[in-house]
């Protein structure tokens, strides 16, 4: 396809870009999109580590018409989609936002840009275990998405770390594939659901160690073993294992937005129809609101439904 530009840019630093986008996976990237192609000139921070949480994976094997293609390969994809269609996009992280302002004012690297509207699309990242091995085998039999991954380890042997409904639901995906799972937890009792718990509880494959801890993932190339402490007597086993699946929460990434839009306990954005956030202009779309589903292809619906409202807002403010 011939790059086609469908939004103009500021002539200068002082006049205001029609859209902003903070966040760079899939969420913002499919805002850019559209808000482009609705003729509104858009700017992404897209952070100085861009891409959000499948730059971590490998293979993916559910993003519609995309069967295989990697993590990163697609972000890829979706970024050049964006800026062919004019998106500006910036590799820096953003340090403040001013939404008491019209337009609005967001710092970046010490400098300062303006916007009519903002679309937050920050997501959330992945609370990982702080034990040796874990990072450098992330995308390489450890991960935390069992949706995603659960299909590559069909007849394997694999383990879910955690306790809450998360934790539960992990493990009742990955039993419709693996051979075996285990579910490894600090304490003597989960903190799920009942109705959760007596699903795992009277699933066959699915067996339980109370009391434990991972403390160290072992493997070259992939994941090979674990190393478990029993918490009641302290002894180190090692465990073997195909595969690692860590369910003990996310953090969404909204501490720049503290005080200036409406977050829950947990940090993330507060939304009323769909993506409206409690600042008229500032829109939300991604994990970094949906705690329930966290999937690319939900992302970027998000970010589609967001573009369109903020279309829709930079239209009535004209």
Request: proline share 4%.
């Amino acid at each position: 396809m011939d790059q086609q530009i469908f939004a103009s840019k500021p002539n200068n630093s002082k006049e205001p870009w029609d859209v902003a986008i903070i966040g760079s996976g899939p969420a913002g990237l499919t805002a850019a999109i559209y808000t482009t192609r609705g003729a509104a000139s858009t700017i992404i921070f897209g952070g100085e580590v861009w891409g959000g949480q499948l730059m971590l994976t490998t293979e993916v094997d559910n993003y519609p018409a995309h069967p295989g293609i990697m993590g990163p390969d697609l972000m890829a994809k979706m970024r050049e989609h964006a800026q062919m269609f004019g998106a500006e996009f910036l590799q820096k992280n953003v340090t403040a936002v001013d939404t008491s302002v019209k337009p609005f004012k967001i710092t970046a690297d010490g400098v300062d840009y303006f916007s009519k509207s903002i679309i937050v699309a920050t997501g959330a990242e992945t609370l990982w275990l702080e034990v040796p091995g874990i990072k450098e085998l992330i995308g390489r039999g450890v991960s935390s998405c069992a949706p995603c991954d659960a299909p590559f380890f069909k007849d394997k042997k694999v383990a879910v770390v955690g306790g809450g409904d998360s934790a539960m639901e992990e493990a009742l995906v990955l039993s419709k594939y693996a051979l075996e799972v285990t579910i490894i937890h600090r304490k003597d009792t989960f903190k799920a659901s009942v109705a959760m718990q007596e699903k795992v509880k009277s699933n066959p494959k699915i067996k339980i160690l109370w009391n434990t801890e991972v403390v160290k993932v072992n493997g070259e190339l992939r994941l090979e073993s674990l190393d478990l402490r029993n918490n009641s007597d302290n002894s180190i086993s090692n465990f073997p294992i195909d595969g690692l699946f860590i369910a003990i929460g996310h953090t969404p990434s909204t501490t720049v937005f503290s005080g200036k839009i409406n977050l829950d306990e947990k940090g993330y954005v507060v939304a009323s129809d769909k993506t409206k956030t409690s600042v008229p202009g500032v829109f939300v779309a991604g994990d970094v609101e949906d705690h329930r589903y966290k999937q690319a292809i939900t992302a970027s619906g998000f970010g589609c439904m967001a573009a369109m409202d903020c279309l829709t807002f930079l239209s009535e403010i004209k």
